[in-house]
């Protein structure tokens, strides 16, 4: 096969109407092989014929999307210095967009020969290996167009393709479990109802299911595991793994947009699945192993790990940090992404030993004309020595706020001195992030996520229940700050049942009525619950996908948080983009915020630092919001109540006298999620009843 020059760049392979131009880094190669594979498996090698700044590179005329390829690097194999080419094993391509089958764990994966690290292996990867599958670039986006909606305004939904769908009846079966599963219109339409503005995927980068968790019957669910920073992940699609993934993950957020929801990433650029230095050798390792791994500066033959996982990517390597910004560029501009999560992230800006925030990664994301353009999640910690960062990456970051989590919950559930704490976190989090000039928006909130506990469990359960994970329950978080409400596990006793609902609907009204960006976990709108098991990294079945047959008993719940982002999305009070300030707003002479006992007196020192009846008053004050509307108007608001009762008893507040307002009703109740009782105008000074347990907003009716 007659193959020409080609061009070193782009790196992967593109196919161009004519024929397909292949390009692949690496700076230890002394050669390296094309192979390409037809319908019945049988592969043809072809050496690349021009290396040219490190990339090796070639053009084959006639080469379709489908054709599936992968490489073989010649090289020096010296674990000791780091070395690790091997060309007896297939190597997917870093930069494929696309990704065919599994892997089929044989010892002709790896390196090594499994009993002797040191014995070099010399089997055929190729007919166990996944295979890089040259793709169709062009895709008709019609009108699709960047939602760019703004931060103060977005409400996400963190959600997993393949779980939100696999058992929802009104989804076709074909298509349930995959990319169109979740663009279906039944989904759709629960997202609009629900008032999310943007979906966050878990893990869509191809990735890899580990041999130990095959052979406990068990599978990478979540998909923290990449190997292909380019390929969506092929188990998803329901058009094949031949590059229809492709198309279909496209097709999505295309109908995502359309219905005005943005599509953000959870993307997992601190690890691959290569593991350590015991681990296969699937693409990167054999490649170009020192360039894509940070190793042991000591003793080359280990790497170096702040992920857990056996490697982190070496950011402090031009080659690794071009992959990381090719990729974020390419799901922007080819597959029309609106943001991305960074799993550990703290990983990415450690260019020595410390976490750094002014690492080469951030300097190239901040004039990236691209990506410094979308949103940028940040998880702030990672497994290593002064990993946990919340509050302390760049300022154009936005992060998930673990402190919010442990506050929220812990308040909830009555832990002693936790009310300056929590007050903080519902008014965005200020002590983390206006120091830099950050926004309240620079908080990710959220309560529950994929990793840990739903909601429903949080409040049912006091301790992990992670059994069918095969580790006698040692993995998971074993610190939790639930509360089980009184009973562990399900119970048919009404009152802890009714105490459960209403603490659930005590944490959504919390996290969205905060200030901040709220994150609601999957589900956790429709009571599903994963019976205490908070680590379902690994189960693949019923107990991690969405029961949307048990769902329909949550009708309520489903109902409530519905109204609660519907006062959100109308009243610019619950979405600041800027601080309270304590001073006053507008023409009015009352403060911006002010906190009230249950008396409707101020807070005092001594108030803060109680140890126990942890009720409290929030005025919001909407007379005047220091921002302006697209035309440069003023923005005004009502002023609202939030009452605070986490005690388990009923307790009586004073409604704070008419300078706050002369006349409220109630817009929300935790204790009557409907507002079923009908109750009259309330005047300023009088009584109003809170059961325990219970959260209530008011609305300001008349002002002075």
Sequence with gaps: MKIWPGNPYPLGATYDGGGTNFALFSEVAERVELCLFDDDGKETR????????????????RIVPGQRYGYRVHGPYDPSRGLRCNPNKLLLDPYAKAIEGHNDWTNALFSYEFGNPGQTNEADSAPYAMKSVVVNPYFDWGNDRPLRIPMWETVIYEAHVKGMTQRHPDVPEDVRGSYSGLAHPTMIEHFKKLGVTAVELMPVHQFVHDSTLIDKGLTNYWGYNTIGFFAPHNDYSSFGGRGGQVQEFKSMVKALHAAGIEVILDVVYNHTAEGNHLGPTLSFKGIDNPAYYRLVDEDKQYYYDTTGTGNSLNVRHHESLRLIMDSLRYWVTEMHVDGFRFDLAASLAREFHEVNRLAAFFDLVNQDPVVSQVKLIAEPWDVGDGGYQVGGFPPLWTEWNGKYRDSVRDFWRGEPSSLGEFASRFTGSSDLYEIDGRRPIASINFVT???????????SYNEKHNEANGEDNRDGESHNRSWNSGAEGPTDDPEINKLRARQQRNFLATLLLSQGVPMVAHGDELGRTQQGNNNVYAQDNELSWVDWEDARHHDVLTR??????????????FRRRRFFTGEPAGDSKIPDIAWLRRDAEPMTPEDWNQQSGMTMTVFLNGAGIPETDALGEAIADDSFLVLFNPLGEQVTFTLPPKDYGTAWERVIDTADPLLASKKRS???????????????????????
């Design 46 to 61: 072809i050496d690349l014929p021009e290396r040219e700044a490190l990339v090796w590179h070639g053009y084959l005329p």
């Design 449 to 459: 996520a994929h990793d840990g506990f739903t909601l429903a469990d949080l409040v």
């Design 560 to 573: 409530f948080t519905r109204s609660v982002t519907e006062l959100r999305a109308e009243h610019p009070i």
């Design 682 to 704: 309330l005047k300023a000074g009088t009584p109003f009843e809170v059961g325990g347990h219970t959260m209530v907003v008011l609305k300001c009716r008349y002002h002075a």
